[in-house]
């Protein structure tokens, strides 16, 4: 036990899924807090540091883990934006010492914290929200694309299993722009692309709720069968 890893505020946990850490049975530790806007983030309750009434403390989140030990096969951290807490990395070693297989859902926003824990991962799902000139557009922040894509290069010269996730939101993307990312991406060398829908409720931002004119997979088709031989896998979710 860590007084330090006792600090990390958590958000949620989710017991048991097969979704979140590809091929692997698994549960989520949501963790609070997020300096991101997105305004498709479907998770606002989240974006505040200060915990949550109803949420678990990490102590009972780590008693729940102990009862799992042999059941479970890995953890994995999401938000909210998980390092941008300090406790997240001694949190990470305790799950280790557990015998699980760590994973973690990030944004890329805290490269140098990121490297510090990439000995301890086994899989990173990472977010990019779009090529570097829009970034501050989508995010809300400015300075994040070169930190994105910092943590982008880590992860791409480490032995870290990954998967770059982007976020398709009608006020966010044309088909212009999401070909753009698409060229970048590739560029960078990224493997492995999921392309993900936005989801119509529960949006930080009330416009993008409505979603207009949402982008559905027969629209989108076309465009990835062209870019499909680019990279191992290329997926839409």
């Known amino acids: 036990m860590s007084a330090v890893s006792d600090s990390l505020v958590v958000a949620g946990l989710t017991p048991m899924t097969t979704l979140d850490y590809p091929d692997h049975l698994a549960c989520v530790v949501f963790t609070?807090?997020?300096?991101?806007?997105?305004?498709?983030?479907?998770?606002?309750?989240?974006?505040?540091r200060a915990p949550q009434a109803d949420a678990p403390d990490w102590p009972q989140v780590r008693h729940f883990l102990e009862k799992r030990c042999g059941l479970l096969q890995a953890v994995v951290f999401s938000g909210?934006?998980?390092?941008?807490?300090?406790?997240?990395?001694?949190?990470?070693?305790?799950?280790?010492a557990m015998g699980f297989k760590v994973a973690l859902h990030?944004?890329?926003?805290?490269?140098?914290?990121?490297?510090?824990?990439?000995?301890?991962?086994?899989?990173?799902?990472?977010?990019?929200?779009?090529?570097?000139?829009?970034?501050?557009?989508?995010?809300?922040?400015?300075?994040?694309?070169?930190?994105?894509?910092?943590?982008?290069q880590l992860l791409l010269e480490s032995e870290v299993e990954l998967e770059v996730r982007t976020t398709?939101?009608?006020?966010?993307?044309?088909?212009?722009?999401?070909?753009?990312?698409?060229?970048?991406?590739?560029?960078?060398?990224?493997?492995?692309?999921?392309?993900?829908?936005?989801?119509?409720?529960?949006?930080?931002?009330?416009?993008?709720?409505r979603l207009p004119q949402p982008f559905t997979a027969t629209q989108l088709e076309p465009l990835l069968q062209t870019f499909r031989p680019a990279f191992e896998s290329l997926q839409l979710r």
């Open 168 to 209: 398709l939101h009608p006020l966010d993307f044309n088909e212009t722009n999401l070909q753009q990312l698409l060229q970048w991406l590739q560029q960078q060398g990224v493997k492995r692309l999921v392309l993900q829908l936005a989801r119509g409720s529960q949006c930080l931002n009330n416009q993008y709720a």
């Open 32 to 48: 609070q807090g997020c300096p991101l806007r997105c305004g498709y983030c479907h998770n606002p309750q989240m974006l505040p």
């Open 106 to 152: 990030t944004s890329g926003i805290n490269p140098s914290r990121l490297e510090k824990l990439l000995p301890q991962l086994s899989w990173v799902g990472l977010d990019i929200k779009a090529t570097p000139a829009d970034y501050t557009r989508i995010c809300g922040r400015e300075g994040v694309a070169d930190k994105a894509s910092d943590s982008l």
């Open 80 to 96: 909210g934006e998980p390092t941008t807490q300090a406790a997240l990395l001694p949190a990470v070693d305790e799950v280790q």
